[in-house]
């Protein structure tokens, strides 16, 4: 594993990346680290946040990477649920989280020092590098926010050699990697798919530009000065470069692009028509989750050919639809989404083995999408079963934040979904029920959530209700609050 590193215009040669990175797992075996446990990250995009993920790897450990907008709270759930050895977190991150609990756990400040935690740069030049051979692999700990008010962690199993390598040949298929490619990851590795691109690259070799947040015009001044061939980008940022001025969209020569690879959110087909236009035929979106992995590729062409399709699956993927009895449904017709994707380990979820076996049907499993094939086994995403909203590639699960609300006072009840954003695809609102007598304020409701939430879970829209629509059950009808925001649509994710 010997990438180039760029960041923040400085290269990290090979060597120099291998070194860093063995010393590390040196030092967090040294700290107690070893199979199967789990080290929690909590770092923006740097060379020294893969490094951390490589030699976690290599003990055959798990990293948990934290998004580094949670709040305490937020933190110290996870911190507690996925039992983290070790610890280590940029110290301007660390600063913002007051009163955030770690027991035992060792814990170490990234980039700078911090008082209590001792620098992980320090710790890692104390160490020689780590002369045990690599562990089986068991990839990264991530968090999917719970269904019913808590996130999960994802415990994947060890990946035998047949499935590191078929797991290498999807990323080449999904990615586009090369040997030789100059690649560029800006979109925060806390999330699955940067996670896993950037790791990937990393294995491929080559040279990958790591930037710690997303700008538009830097990325393409980016393509265009270093005649980049590869990226990982979502379709928020197609908005963003897309809304760029003419003048400044036509100053860069994007021309050395090869292969732009997006998943977490679809990408509108108006927005990818415009992107194909515009950067020629290099645009390809999978379809995949943290816990199955990628299931469908969608080239450019093929994207020209079927707008609005999430493509068919990649070699050695099992596709089906299947009604709520368990039964395949003919082309054409909807119903959820059930795969198979074996060049993954299979996983289970953090103290919640019920979750994982609901998921699963004669060994297929399902994200609770909904869908349909067509003649030519494309496949068309058309609902969500589940209440998951996916706003800008972000998986947010509305019970989380509906779990927050139920504390305000003066709530008797609410309902948070997802509505049609043009920027982001979709974007939160809610819906309150304040209890008899109580005057509740929009922006109030609001507030309540932001300071116990990142902000992104923040719904941007607050309606009140005297009553919220309830089905027979007692149920709220969340249907009959998100339909009129969805009116007119063909899809409603």
């Known amino acids: 594993m010997r990438p180039t590193l760029v960041f923040q215009g400085q290269a990290l040669a090979p060597d120099v990346f291998e070194q860093r990175w063995q010393r590390s797992a040196a030092a967090l075996q040294a700290a107690g680290v070893g199979d199967g446990d789990v080290v929690a990250l909590m770092m923006r995009n740097s060379p020294e946040l893969l490094e951390l993920m490589v030699a976690t790897r290599h003990l055959g450990a798990q990293w948990c990477p934290i998004n580094w907008h949670y709040k305490t709270d937020e933190v110290q759930y996870i911190l507690r649920d996925c039992a983290a050895k070790v610890f280590i977190v940029d110290v301007a991150i660390g600063a913002g989280l007051p009163g955030l609990q770690v027991g035992t756990m060792r814990v170490f400040a990234s980039r700078g020092e911090a008082s209590g935690a001792p620098g992980w740069q320090a710790q890692r030049e104390g160490t020689e590098p780590i002369a045990t051979p690599p562990a089986p692999a068991r990839g990264a700990m991530l968090y999917t926010s719970g269904t019913t008010g808590r996130p999960k962690g994802i415990v994947r199993a060890a990946s035998t050699p047949q499935q590191q390598q078929a797991a290498g040949e999807v990323r080449r298929l999904g990615y586009g990697f090369t040997p030789d490619m100059r690649a560029l990851v800006s979109a925060p590795m806390y ?282 059950t007692g149920k709220i009808f969340k249907r009959k609050l998100r339909e009129p925001y969805w009116e007119g649509r063909a899809r409603r994710v």
């Open 191 to 472: 999330h699955s798919a940067p996670n896993s691109y950037a790791l990937g690259a990393a294995q491929e070799g080559g040279t990958l530009f790591v930037e710690d947040r997303f700008d538009a015009e830097r990325t393409l001044q980016l393509i265009d000065e270093q005649r980049l061939t590869h990226a990982y980008l979502v379709p928020t940022m197609y908005v963003r470069m897309l809304a760029l001025p003419a003048a400044v969209r036509a100053r860069y020569d994007l021309s050395s692009m090869q292969f732009v690879a997006s998943t977490g959110s679809p990408c509108p087909p108006e927005v990818k028509r415009a992107m194909i236009d515009w950067w020629g035929p290099v645009i390809n979106e999978c379809y995949g989750s943290s816990e199955l992995g990628y299931m469908t590729l969608l080239t450019a062409a093929q994207a020209l050919r079927k707008p609005g399709s999430a493509g068919p699956a990649l070699p050695g993927v099992t596709l089906k639809i299947l009604d709520d009895d368990g039964h395949e449904l003919p082309a054409g017709q909807a119903g959820l989404i059930y795969v198979s994707q074996p060049a993954f380990a299979d996983f289970s979820y953090v103290g919640n083995a019920e979750a994982r076996q609901r998921m699963e049907v004669r060994g297929l499993k399902t994200m609770g999408d909904v869908g349909y094939l067509d003649d030519e086994g494309f496949l068309f995403i058309v609902d969500r079963k589940a209440d998951m909203v996916i706003s800008g590639g972000v998986n947010i699960y509305p019970a989380e934040i509906e779990a927050v609300l139920h504390g305000m006072p003066g709530v008797a009840d609410c309902a948070v979904f997802g509505i049609p954003d043009h920027e982001f695809g979709e974007a939160l609102a809610a819906a309150v029920q304040p209890q008899p007598g109580v005057v509740l304020a929009p922006e109030a409701v609001r507030d309540w959530v932001h300071q116990r939430m990142a902000g992104y879970k923040v719904p941007r829209i607050v309606t009140l209700h005297d009553i919220l629509p309830r089905e027979d």
